[in-house]
């Protein structure tokens, strides 16, 4: 595929940055597409921009506020808290996020001669979001396809993965430091290691405990 285009479905994050190195090292040509949904932090879009110029590929934000319009939620709305009850789908998730982002990136990597399209879903970890699943993301494979008529293929590098895993995979590709101070990943808009407190530091330094105690225990082996 090193002849081949791919578009990343960007957003500054841990799994979409790891997403973002994998695809420079899988593909000839790469370019990030970062949606503004009018996220609590405007932070997260500013941090996408600054990690696409680093690494020295496209980055086109793309005004997605109709969403916030459609379905408020807790990551757009400071007046709804971030919580999850017991058998239920998180504040947190958003009616038809990766189904428009999925689909948006779709006629943008047409418009510009790309097939690949690369995005961070994840089913191990997911809280319950069920445009997360490989079979939601097999699906809209198929259906983007039969709409532009076109041979999409999206790639889901850390659908197997579990957080530990993720980890890994940046530090086989080189990115571990970079992923780990560059990142916001925090609902509270605090980059690298975020505020400690939100369930979205507490996944990502879980993670991140993990890994380093499985690569001490390995190192130790050797
Ligand atoms: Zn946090």
């Known amino acids: 595929m090193k002849k081949e285009k791919a578009v990343v479905v960007f957003s500054g994050g841990q799994d979409s940055t790891t997403c973002l190195f994998w695809a420079k090292q899988q593909f000839g040509e790469v370019e990030t597409i970062t949606f503004d949904y009018g996220q609590r932090h405007k932070l997260e879009i500013e941090c996408a921009k600054e990690i696409a110029r680093e690494l020295g590929v496209a980055n086109t934000v793309l005004d997605m506020s109709l969403l916030n319009q459609l379905a408020p939620n807790a990551l757009t709305r400071t007046d709804i808290n971030i919580t999850q009850e017991e058998g239920q789908l998180p504040s947190t998730f958003v009616d038809g996020r990766n189904l428009l982002f999925l689909s948006f990136a779709g006629v943008f990597a047409k418009q510009k001669g790309a097939r690949h399209l690369v995005t961070g879903v994840c089913e191990t970890d997911f809280s319950g979001y069920p445009d997360c699943r490989d079979a ?16 999409f293929v999206i790639h889901t590098p850390l659908m197997w993965l579990d957080k530990a895993q993720t980890w890994k995979l940046a530090d ?17 808009g605090i980059k690298g290691d975020g505020c400690g407190e939100c369930p979205a530091c507490h996944l990502r330094k879980a993670g991140l405990d993990k890994y380093l105690s499985e690569k001490t225990q390995s190192g130790a082996n050797v």
């Open 172 to 188: 086989e590709l080189g990115a571990f430091t970079y992923i780990r101070e560059k990142t916001l990943t925090c609902y509270n």
């Open 136 to 151: 939601f993301v097999k699906s809209l494979n198929v259906t983007l396809n039969l709409s532009m008529d076109y041979p």
